[in-house]
Nanobody, 123 residues
Framework: QMQLVESGGGLVQAGGSLKLSCVVS????????MGWFRQAPGKEREFVGA???????LYADSVKGRFTITREHGKKSAALQMDSLKPEDTAVYYC?????????????????WGQGTQVTVSS
């Protein structure tokens, strides 16, 4: 089955930037979309953004214009570039993969998940 591993999290000041990476390995799906979610303490996991197999993207309103998702098919990876970070962006960030061609915004639409990486934005 597929394994996903995130990296790139850390501590950054408000207004700063971070880039998260997600590398896929194992027995990969023939076509899959990739999504990013986050979960802050005491809150439910929420959708951040997603990129389809054909590289269409969709973002949550809270991050639109600040976050950018890209993917590299050859490297079986995806990235989440986060700019103009705010303290409310503090959370554990997860990447996920969903079989097929479409963009998924619900966590239940994803089949495989990474272990998460912590992002902390200080004010």
């Amino acid at each position: 089955q597929m394994q996903l591993v995130e990296s790139g999290g850390g501590l950054v000041q408000a207004g700063g930037s971070l880039k998260l990476s997600c590398v896929v390995s194992g027995r990969t799906l023939s076509m899959y979309g990739m999504g990013w979610f986050r979960q802050a303490p005491g809150k439910e996991r929420e959708f951040v953004g997603a990129i389809s197999w054909s590289e269409h993207t969709l973002y949550a309103d809270s991050v639109k214009g600040r976050f950018t998702i890209t993917r590299e098919h050859g490297k079986k990876s995806a990235a989440l570039q986060m700019d103009s970070l705010k303290p409310e962006d503090t959370a554990v960030y997860y990447c996920a993969a969903s079989a097929g061609f479409s963009l998924e915004t619900a966590a239940g639409g994803y089949d495989y998940w990474g272990q998460g990486t912590q992002v902390t934005v200080s004010s």
